[in-house]
């Protein structure tokens, strides 16, 4: 239950705000009733006192979070892309809330958020958080959970590919914007007359909007591969973390 607690602080779509909190603490009952049912044949680790059994609890959260981390990059990136993507159109000043984190994010971002987790959900992410849950317990029985010095290098070098990933994003728009930039420049050259600012600002806005349609294939190509990147991570990480 603990571990399954720690899922559902920072998974994607299984945390999200929108979800009742009533549902969540039935799914964590859930959860940790299949999983007792199915994986009950552990080794349990006994406990003198009710430090170490807290300790214990702890660690089993912490299993449950770096699932939920690993996975939640990858809306930190599409948050970032977005966040570029909604600077290099000119919708930098339209900010929303963002009901997951109470910040304040780009039009933008908001978007491409939500679109991430409609394919994420096509592409049957949510069940490969799932499946990384009940996976964890193949390579970390409970109570076998050890903290080695590898666990926080590797975290810092997922982390990292959230900027590849937000580059990959937001690539066809920063091409297309820059080369838009460089034609505008040309026509001032050419036309000194012409009020380059007025004429680039709604242009942009419209380049931007047509590329970011039609990039939308390519979106969902580097959010699946992104997302098979990180479910191969998370097993090495969870490998790490254990002791069997």
Not at 30 to 59: C, H, K, M, N, Y
Not at 202 to 226: E, H
């Amino acid at each position: 239950m603990f571990r399954a607690s720690g899922l559902f602080l920072l998974s994607p779509i299984l945390s999200h705000r929108s979800v009742p909190p009533m549902a969540k603490v039935g799914l964590v009952i859930l959860f940790s009733i299949i999983l007792t049912s199915t994986r009950g044949d552990f080794v349990l680790v006994p406990t003198g006192s009710l430090i170490e059994l807290a300790g214990l609890a702890l660690r089993e959260i912490l299993v449950g979070v770096m699932i939920g981390f690993v996975f939640t990059l990858l809306f930190m990136a599409v948050h970032g892309g977005g966040s570029i993507i909604g600077y290099q159109v000119g919708f930098h000043m339209a900010q929303v809330v963002d009901p997951t984190t109470q910040d304040q994010q780009s039009v933008m971002a908001q978007i491409w958020f939500v679109v991430a987790m409609l394919i994420f959900l096509s592409i049957d992410g949510h069940h490969l958080v799932i499946r990384a849950f009940n996976d964890s317990y193949t390579v970390m029985p409970p109570g076998h959970v050890v903290i080695a010095s590898g666990v926080g290098d590797l975290i810092v070098r997922y982390t990292t590919y959230v900027f590849v990933v937000a580059l990959k994003i937001a690539a066809p728009v920063m091409v297309t914007l820059f080369l838009t930039d460089v034609a505008l420049g040309t026509v001032a050259k050419m036309m000194p007359t012409m009020n380059v600012f007025i004429v680039g600002f709604p242009l942009k806005i419209g380049v931007g909007l047509v590329v970011v349609a039609m990039s939308l294939p390519i979106f969902a190509y580097v959010l699946r591969q992104a997302t098979i990147y990180l479910d191969k991570r998370l097993g090495f990480l969870l490998a790490v973390m254990g002791e069997a």
